[in-house]
């Protein structure tokens, strides 16, 4: 959990691909007061010292209320693991264009879990279905991942492809279907692993001239999951073996759900082959979460946690936290942090003290005047209708919108929205805010407009 922990907030804190690269492969184990860290080789080790120990260790300090007192990073030498052949001297040689030749291949690098067998990375223990939060956004992605389990391997779905910006969890709908594969065919063969870990794979069979046993890993698989596919551009020789491996699986009806941060056919860099087998099967768009679910989000996050999370409290970091579950997390994780450290509950005061950055750049960003100019230019409307009172439909609508987002998205209350639209009362403002919620219900079009807007200012 410690460590679950410190993972969250590194990932909000780090760019993507430092947190790939560097953090995500390490391995964590809590002994006493010592957190030891698993790294793939030498390099990395000094690496992580260099760079990262201080942060961690501060993390591992405030996630654990004190209990550890130190972080140790160590070469990973547990049975099973084996590394690339001189892998300090190939992760020295690549470091300035990936560090994943050092990751060790999926085919020497098995995890058996306890109830089947889990290949490559194994999967996060609480990324199942039971701790994913459905909403409007990612509906329809979960539901697919869900009824995959039920045809596996059907050309209708395969593969599926889940796409949309980093954070939103299209990694625990893939892993859930695997945990979710393993519980109830215990004989089955999942793989997860990143694309830089099938590179690192590949190249480390290289290495080690075992490129034929890479190879028959990964094609006698009942399930592929592979994070992160746009990454595999400009790495020639791994797209080639990956092309084979997909269309070996793909002929013998074996399920890939692959995940990246755009819709097949805008990646672009990738082989056109490629791009166009991606589009083969079925692609479900994941998007940003709206309020009702990023609320429900950090309660079941707190709930998981065991920490006491008032929901106004949970209200205002979700009004304030826009962009992805990742980051909801990681509020939540600061916030927490926080509370323990100085002795108290979680409390209003408490998050604004814990997020006041977050605060400050939400308030320079995103206001009832920005959200008033994005209003207008998106339906080509003057300025001044949204202040003035005419009812024509076409000035009526955009201007309950801008309330209903205005009250969405900023603290702001109800008097404080109607002075800025033109000086109307409360109730006028109350009665947009209710008749906006019915129209996302009753109107697609309605809700498709505020749902475009809302991913606008979000942004």
Not at 237 to 263: G, P
Not at 323 to 330: C, K, P, Q, S
Request: charged residues 25%; hydrophobic residues 40%; aromatic residues 6%.
């Amino acid at each position: 959990m410690v460590w679950t922990d410190c993972l969250n907030a590194l990932r909000d804190e780090l760019p993507d691909n430092v947190f790939t690269l560097w953090i995500r492969p390490l391995h964590a184990e809590l002994r006493g007061d010592t957190l030891y860290l698993m790294a793939p080789n030498p390099y990395f080790t000094r690496h992580i010292t260099e760079h990262f120990l201080d942060k961690i260790t501060l993390l591992a300090s405030q996630f654990s209320g004190g209990v550890v007192q130190q972080v140790q990073v160590q070469v990973d030498a547990r049975p099973g693991v084996i590394k690339p052949q001189n892998a300090d001297a190939i992760a020295q040689k690549t470091s300035n264009k990936s560090v994943s030749q050092s990751i060790p291949s999926p085919a020497r690098h098995n995890n058996r879990a306890a109830n089947g067998r889990a290949l490559g990375r194994p999967l996060s223990p609480s990324f199942t279905f039971a701790q994913f939060v459905e909403g409007r956004s990612n509906q329809m992605a979960a539901q697919t991942c869900r009824k995959i389990l039920n045809a596996l391997g059907d050309a209708q779905h395969n593969p599926l492809f889940l796409y949309g910006p980093t954070g939103l969890g299209k990694t625990h709908l893939m892993q859930a279907v695997g945990h979710h594969l393993l519980s109830t065919q215990p004989d089955a063969r999942v793989m997860y692993m990143t694309s830089e870990q099938f590179v690192g794979g590949f190249v480390g069979a290289l290495q080690q001239g075992k490129i034929d046993d890479f190879k028959k890993e990964c094609r006698s698989l009942d399930l592929l999951l592979v994070d992160d596919i746009h990454l595999l551009a400009g790495k020639e020789a791994s797209l080639v073996e990956f092309f084979h491996t997909f269309n070996s699986l793909l002929d013998e009806s074996r399920q890939i759900i692959l995940t990246s941060d755009r819709y097949p056919k805008e990646l672009t860099e990738l082989d056109p082959r490629l791009i166009s087998r991606f589009s083969w099967g079925l692609s479900v768009a994941v998007e940003p979460p709206d309020l009702e679910t990023r609320i429900e989000i950090l309660l079941k996050k707190a709930s998981s946690s065991e920490v006491d999370l008032p929901r106004n409290c949970a209200l205002f970091i979700a009004q304030q936290v826009l962009a992805n579950v990742r980051e909801l997390e990681g509020a939540l994780n600061k916030v927490t942090a926080t509370a323990r450290f100085k002795g108290v509950d979680i409390s209003l005061e408490i998050i604004k003290e814990s997020l006041k950055d977050v605060l400050a750049i939400r308030a320079r960003t995103i206001n009832i005047e920005n959200i008033q100019r994005v209003v207008v230019e998106y339906f080509r409307i003057p300025l001044k209708e949204l202040h003035g009172h005419k009812r024509t439909r076409i000035y009526a609508r955009p201007r309950q919108m801008a309330m209903g987002l205005a009250r969405e998205l900023t603290n702001e209350s109800f008097p404080d929205i109607g002075l800025a639209f033109g000086g109307r009362d409360h109730s006028t403002v109350m009665h947009a805010c209710e008749k906006v919620q019915e129209l996302r219900k009753s109107d697609l079009n309605f809700a498709e407009d505020y749902h475009n807007l809302l991913k606008l200012l979000q942004t």
